[in-house]
């Protein structure tokens, strides 16, 4: 079965510096997709970097990046210069080819980051 | 539409009362999503639309939910005889097509409260 953890339900993190949330994946299937989205206090789900299990390297979106290690099936978020909007629920996401007949996404329980200023 | 658009935004009704949800994918997304998430906790994922092919209704909790899509385009998500344990927020997602690598976005969804 696929499933992804998130073992951080919280983190506080002081304004400016770098953060990595952790997540970690377990799929037995070789085409993959990992996802990562933010949920602010507002609720909306806001879609944030895309890491492809076959690509080269690794993803980045303007200050996202993606640590990605395949052995280990590891696919850390890293948020440089952290600033206060980025407070927020943090989520790790996996897509298989096949996921139970279909290609939903199967969810982590999420990272509450708080950033202090 | 520019993004998916749920409706309403909020949604408070009495125990027993049927609900009826709406959402408009984004136009072209052939695949749309429904969710479920309780107050502090992750999505659950309820049912999935891909074109015209049948949904996958494997996520819906109960014979009391129900789902469904016209063609490509909007989705309704009907609660019937609701339980106070259906207060959560409704999320929809849709995305360009149901594969590997295309993002789900999501719209702001539907806080409903059972009194």
């Known amino acids: 079965a696929q499933k992804i953890t998130q073992t951080q339900p919280g983190m506080f993190v002081q304004e400016k510096e770098a953060v990595t949330l952790d997540c970690t994946y377990d799929t037995s299937d070789p085409s993959y997709g990992l996802f990562w989205y933010k949920q602010p206090s507002s609720g909306e789900m806001i879609f944030l970097i895309y890491q492809g299990s076959y690509d080269q390297q690794n993803a980045t979106e303007g200050r996202y990046s993606l640590n990605f290690q395949k052995a280990r099936k590891s696919a850390n978020l890293v948020i440089s210069a952290s600033q206060l909007g980025d407070s927020a629920m943090y989520f790790c996401a996996m897509r298989g080819r096949r996921v139970d007949s279909n290609y939903q996404l199967i969810w982590g329980a999420g990272t509450k980051l708080i950033i202090k200023p | 539409g520019a993004g998916v658009s749920q409706s309403p935004s909020n949604k408070v009704t009495e125990k027993g009362k049927d609900v009826e949800l709406r959402c408009d994918p984004i136009?072209?997304?052939?695949?749309l999503y429904w969710y479920r998430q309780r107050l502090g906790q992750g999505l659950e994922f309820l049912i999935y639309f891909q074109g015209n092919s049948a949904p996958d209704k494997s996520g819906l909790p109960s014979d009391r939910f129900s789902a469904e899509r016209t063609g490509e385009s909007v989705s309704t998500l009907t609660i019937q005889r609701t339980q106070q344990e259906d207060s959560a927020v409704y999320l929809c997602?849709?995305?360009?097509?149901?594969?590997?690598?295309?993002?789900?976005?999501f719209g702001d969804g539907t806080r409903l409260s059972i009194l």
């Open positions: 136009s072209g997304h052939t695949a």
């Open positions: 997602a849709s995305s360009a097509q149901g594969t590997v690598n295309q993002p789900q976005h």
